[in-house]
Every structure is written in structure tokens, then in C-alpha cells.
């Protein structure tokens, strides 16, 4: 793990003295109660600022697991907000990364300083150019260790002439513990949040966080369920190589999720080739509203869908086909599982309905099938399919899919 190697020697000045206590009980009884980091940060170089550092220019960098996002940059300027920047992982081979002193300070290193106005200071950093242009004397870099390990990093500049004093490089250096503990606790939040996002869906996610984790907990609701699936994927997944499946899986769930999410619904379960996801209705006034978004969703689905096979019939690949199902009923959506095993989600005979139903997809010749409920509800045109039974089912209803683009 890396650790700062030394630290600035001397004591505060007085009127350094006197903002020191301040500083640091703002970050004990008030900053670590901020819900978000670019605040901690805001606040705190407006506050150093008051205290008498001339600081030109901050920039603190958390690095996160996130499935899209390597870090998340806070760059605060004098008489400015922060900004947040959230670079992807494909920042690893960047060439301004690789010259940047984060990535020295990630690979370890316990600090950096380049004092700018000396004439013969090593301008090792293309950062360093840019900064002296724009008037900087000083500048420092210097790890944020997590209690995980995990290396992060924080850069302060300054233009006052003579750069930093040995005193204020003390003051930041004693608040840099306090700091790392509560940009620690928040980057754990954030990731918690994030990582049950991604793999429980937005809704979900929020309401384990805030505490829904017992078994069997949860509530009864009114939703449109969308059922998804991959026609002919076990002769696909035989016939092609693991990456290619692999490869083949993400471009489909690509195409088929983000309609979802983009019309208001909420994706709560991939399995295998199949997709599970709900659009709750909550007030009865906006039935029609959600069942017509949850039909946009699929036309959408459909769109993207024709748009990736064009591009795989054009290299030379199977076309990939898909049944799009929608139903709308009553389920119970929250936790089930074993006690040490939960998966939150939505269960009842709606689900089984919108699930069999979509197996008649295929034998019907059309991609989107449509309950007669969601049909009726939607007040939306339809294409009727005549009265079908779904397998289990007691009794025929009537399908519908939607009319053919022009």
C-alpha cells in the first residue's frame, strides 16, 4: 500500500493555527455528513481558501468499481464550482494518463511537488506545461490510500508567487487523514449503490439499500410485465465460440434494455437469454400512459434490434431472433430466496402469463406479443392475433402484436 513518504516540516503560522481546529471539526461534525463528494470538496478549498492558501486549482480522483466508469474526477477552480468528470475504463491506455502523475501516484509513489517558477524544475508532466501557462508556482500531488488498499489522488495548485508555504502544506497534510475517511465512506456508498443498480435494476437497488432486506418482505403492485427472449440460443451457443456467444449476448440485451430503461421501466432479471422487467403503474390515472410506453419500448426493441442484424448478415453472421412479450396484472415485488440467499424481484401469475405467452411468439410469426389487457388499457391500435391459450392456462385470450412500419 502506498503511504506519504514525509511530510512538510514546521507548524502552522498563527492565523494558519487558528483556521487548523475550524478545518478540522467542519470535517468531524459537518462534511462527513454530505451526501456527496464534489460538496466535500467545494467546500473545503473555499474554506482553505479562507484560511489564507492561495489555491489556484484542486483536483481530487476516486477510482471505483463500476462497470462503465474507472474514476470520477473532482477538478474545483478558484471562483468556481466542482466539476465532475467520470472518465470510462479505456483510460488505462490513454497517453495523457500514462504521462499524468495520478497514474505515478496509483502505481505507488508517495507525493509529487514541482515547484514551477524554479527554472530548472523537471517539467516531466505535460500537465506541468499547461498549468505554468496558466500561472501556476506550485504544485502537489498526493495519494488518498482507502482502507481497501485502493490508491487515490488529490492535486493542489497554487499562483501565488513563492508557491506554497511549509506551514499550509502542514495544514493539507493534517487534514488528509479526516478527508481520505470520509471520501472512504462515500465511495463505498456509491459504489453499493451503483453495483445494486447495475445488477438489481435502479428501483430495486434503491430499496435494498434503504433497508428492504428481509424475506419475504414487499408489496402487492399493478405493473405491465415484459418478458424477452432469444430464439434458437441453445443451437447458438453450441455452434459458436464462448466469445462470440458472449459477444452475441451483450449486442442483443444492448438492444433490448436501454428501450426499457429510456420508456420508465425497470429491468429486474437476466436470465440466460431472457429478460424480465416490470413498468408499474402506481396511480390507476396513468394506466394508458404506461401501458403505451411499455408498447414504445418494444417497437423500439424491434428498431435497434433490425438495426444490429443488418450489421451481422453484413459480416457474415446469423440474424438473431427474439420474442417481446407484454401483460399487465398484479405482482408481489420484493424479496424472496433462502435467508442467506435473496433475490429481489417480481412473482405471481402475471409473470407466468406474460412468460407463456411469449412462446407463442414464434409460432405466430411475429416478434412483440400483446396481452389483451395491456392491449385494452393502452387504448392503442393493435394488430389482433385471435384467441390463443398460453400453456397452463384455462382459457383462450385474445393476442395482439403491433402494426407493421411503414
Known amino acids: 500500500m502506498a503511504k506519504l513518504k514525509t511530510k512538510p516540516a514546521g507548524k502552522p503560522t498563527a492565523p494558519l493555527a487558528a483556521h487548523r481546529e475550524g478545518l478540522i471539526a467542519w470535517l468531524l461534525d459537518e462534511a462527513r455528513f454530505y451526501p456527496r463528494t464534489r460538496e466535500v470538496v467545494e467546500q473545503l478549498c473555499r474554506r482553505l481558501v479562507a484560511a489564507g492558501i492561495p489555491l489556484m486549482r484542486v483536483l481530487v480522483n476516486i477510482r471505483t468499481i463500476h462497470p462503465q466508469i474507472y474514476a470520477t474526477s473532482y477538478r474545483w477552480e478558484r471562483g468556481g464550482k466542482a466539476l465532475i468528470f467520470s472518465p470510462g475504463h479505456d483510460i488505462v491506455n490513454d497517453p495523457e494518463y500514462l504521462a499524468s502523475p495520478f497514474k505515478l501516484i496509483h502505481d505507488g509513489a508517495g507525493g509529487i511537488r514541482r ?26 500531488v498526493v495519494p488518498i490510500v482507502f482502507s481497501d488498499g485502493v490508491v487515490n489522488a488529490a492535486s493542489f495548485a497554487t499562483d501565488r508567487p513563492g508557491g506554497f508555504t511549509i506551514e499550509e502544506l502542514g495544514l493539507v497534510y493534517d487534514l488528509l487523514p479526516i478527508l481520505t475517511l470520509i471520501l472512504d465512506a462515500q465511495s463505498t456508498r456509491r459504489m453499493a449503490a451503483a453495483l445494486l443498480d447495475t445488477y438489481l435494476g435502479h428501483q430495486a437497488g434503491k430499496r435494498v439499500l434503504q433497508g428492504e432486506i428481509r424475506r419475504g418482505s414487499g408489496e402487492t403492485i399493478h405493473a405491465v410485465i415484459a418478458y424477452c427472449d432469444l430464439r ?62 411499455a408498447l414504445d419500448a418494444a417497437g423500439d426493441a424491434v428498431r435497434a434490434m433490425d438495426d444490429l442484424n443488418r450489421a451481422r448478415v453484413g459480416d457474415g453472421k446469423p440474424a438473431l431472433h427474439f420474442g417481446f412479450a407484454l401483460h399487465l396484472g398484479d405482482v408481489m415485488y420484493g424479496n424472496i430466496g433462502a435467508p442467506d440467499r435473496l433475490d429481489f424481484t417480481v412473482i405471481g401469475a402475471a409473470v407466468n402469463t406474460a412468460a407463456r405467452i411469449e412462446e407463442l411468439s414464434a409460432g405466430l410469426g411475429v416478434t412483440v406479443i400483446v396481452s389483451e389487457a395491456v392491449a385494452r388499457a393502452s387504448g392503442r391500435e393493435l394488430v389482433p392475433l385471435g384467441s390463443h391459450t398460453p400453456r397452463g392456462a384455462a382459457k383462450p385470450q385474445a393476442l395482439y402484436t403491433l402494426p407493421a412500419e411503414d
Open 115 to 140: 515547484r514551477l517558477e524554479d527554472p530548472d524544475v523537471a517539467m516531466d508532466f505535460p500537465i506541468l506545461k499547461t498549468l505554468k501557462e496558466a500561472g501556476a508556482t506550485d504544485y502537489l
Open 232 to 293: 434458437g440460443f441453445t443451437a447458438l451457443s453450441e455452434a459458436l465460440p464462448r466469445d462470440e456467444v458472449i459477444a452475441l449476448l451483450n449486442d442483443y440485451f444492448e438492444r433490448v434494455i436501454q428501450p426499457v430503461h429510456d420508456r420508465g421501466g425497470q429491468v429486474l432479471k437476466l436470465i440466460g437469454d431472457g429478460m424480465l422487467a416490470i413498468f408499474p403503474l402506481g396511480d390507476p390515472a396513468f394506466r394508458p400512459y404506461v401501458c403505451r410506453q
